[in-house]
């Protein structure tokens, strides 16, 4: 039994890019106020004394453990996965519910318990396709409610109510998780009542060696916002495992460093770092993930269009606005247009609304060029303000995506080549590239001549999509009209068919370069 959660509206893909760009140049902005850990009452409550006094029963989580084993990757969630097995996790979500938590043993109903935050915070999210952060979803915290062991609990509820104050462990915290990237990562397996002990020890360890969580930044420690927001629960009296302060709560799990630090002065000084609520998603670059269909290689992979149906309302203002204003200032239009344009594509706003917007002005040969060179201008400035500007943000946020590091990794020994096949077939969004590739050692030289080569063929695409919409539209009274409209859309279809072909090539000639790079080391062993 699956509970009705809520209904909340589709994000678009604009506020994607805005969250995006908030945790870029305002980390931490978004503030969190951490509940306090205060006991359930009633029959939940009920049934945990029970299953603490004399529980002796146990719960199967293999269903979920095959989940997280091939839909987790470095604590990231492969979501589309999840998707695609979405009904064994429903399933699995219905034996939660159905489960007798008095009867089960005490580390049992705790690994339950973890579990089910966690699988039900992923099912949030799939409830709620094309959100950037968990915290775009209303109440996702404190008012969606869900059935486990018959009580309709929300993740608070889970969370602050039941596990923290009944079992008083601190390393609650590195299990449960988010759904975002600085929250505890998700591991490739389920918690288990007769594996917890070991399994908080590991996941302790593995969040506490992140150097994201805890390190040293000159005299100072650099932890994770868990140890502000929570603090009490690692120095409180009743808690276990428990220290007399933070630092030494982390000696023992930490790395190496850290712990010779704490050591060598137990009282020092720590501050906080930011927290990415950016989604915890795993970013798939795979040979073997079969290639990707037309509509997905024209309207996703060429521009950062990242759901055409959640763009249309902002593609058509966007479109009004800039026909109307750019249209009316004679020479100056295209001048006008490319200002926005390339300031756009700093501010993460998807370029394929203004692409098309640009064939709707100005037609197929000025619009071509004026959005050209406009977003090649607005590419070069994102890599300027990444490398010299906003250096240290941007390799944060970005830190954390396994198909980026995979990329980084070839840029260092075919530069220019591995930019320009990302741009022909990207594997994360053009906006998002720019920053990206300021933190590589690519030139700028090389960026914008690899730029300006890779990004032509969906440039002509779009703007041909724009141009022939606002032909067809003028010409759509007649019969010479409709003879103009067969045109048209042959034209369109033979320029998608070739930049489906050049993609798909460039897709493969690109996993090829990366498998090159990762089995560089074995060859030379």
Request: aromatic share 10%; hydrophobic share 50%.
């Amino acid at each position: 039994m699956i509970p009705a959660m809520k209904p909340n509206g589709r994000q678009g893909s604009v506020a994607m890019w805005a969250t995006l760009l908030m945790g870029v140049l305002i980390p931490g902005s978004v503030g969190c106020a951490a509940p306090a850990a205060e006991r359930a009452t009633g029959a939940i409550a009920e049934a945990v004394e029970r299953s603490l006094g004399r529980g002796t029963g146990s719960f199967d989580h293999s269903d979920w453990a095959g989940l997280l084993r091939e839909g987790t990757a470095d604590g990231l969630v492969d979501y589309a996965y999840m998707e695609r097995h979405r009904a064994e996790l429903d399933a699995y979500a219905g034996r939660l519910a159905e489960a007798d938590l008095g009867v089960l043993d005490r580390d049992e109903l705790m690994a339950l318990l973890i579990n089910a935050y966690n699988a039900l915070t992923v099912i949030a999210m799939l409830d709620h396709p094309g959100v950037a952060s968990i915290r775009e979803i209303d109440g996702v915290w404190t008012e969606l409610e869900w059935i486990v062991g018959g009580h309709a609990l929300t993740l608070d509820n889970i969370e602050h109510n039941v596990l923290r104050p009944f079992f008083r462990d601190p390393r609650i915290h590195f299990a449960v998780n988010c759904a975002s990237l600085s929250c505890a990562p998700l591991p490739r397996w389920a918690y288990t009542g007769p594996e917890l002990e070991a399994q908080l020890e590991e996941r302790s360890r593995a969040f506490l060696t992140d150097p994201d969580n805890a390190s040293l930044k000159g005299d100072k420690l650099r932890l994770s916002r868990y140890f502000d927001w929570y603090g009490s629960d690692f120095t409180e009296a009743g808690w276990e495992p428990r220290a007399e302060s933070i630092p030494a709560f982390i000696a023992p799990y930490a790395d190496e460093h850290v712990r010779a630090a704490i050591e060598a002065d137990p009282g020092i000084d720590f501050e906080f770092a930011d927290y990415d609520w950016s989604l915890n998603t795993v970013e798939v670059l795979s040979a073997s993930a079969g290639e990707p269909d037309a509509r997905t290689l024209v309207t996703a992979s060429l521009l950062p269009l990242q759901d055409a149906e959640e763009d249309l309302g902002f593609l058509a203002r966007m479109v009004t606005w800039l026909r109307d204003t750019a249209g009316g200032l004679g020479w100056l239009g295209p001048f006008f247009f490319g200002v926005v344009y390339a300031l756009a594509v700093v501010f993460f706003v998807p370029g394929s609304a203004l692409t098309i917007a640009g064939g709707v002005t100005f037609g197929l040969g000025l619009g071509t060029l004026t959005v050209f060179v406009a977003a090649n201008v607005g590419a070069a400035l994102a890599f300027i303000i990444a490398r010299y500007v906003l250096r240290d943000r941007v390799e944060k946020l970005l830190a954390k995506r396994p198909a980026l590091q995979a990329i980084d990794r070839a840029v260092e020994t075919q530069g220019w080549r591995i930019v320009f096949l990302t741009r022909l077939s990207p594997v994360f969004p053009f906006n998002a590239q720019n920053y990206f590739y300021g933190l590589t050692g690519v030139t700028l030289y090389q960026y914008v001549a690899a730029s300006l080569v890779g990004m032509f063929p969906g440039t002509l695409l779009f703007v041909q999509i724009g141009a022939a919409g606002a032909e067809v539209a003028e010409a759509s009274g007649g019969a010479a009209g409709w003879g103009q409209t067969a045109l048209l859309v042959a034209g369109l279809a033979a320029t998608a068919a070739v930049v489906v072909l050049v993609t798909r090539v460039a897709r493969r000639e690109l996993q090829k370069a990366l498998a090159e790079v990762e089995d560089a080391p074995e060859a030379s062993a």
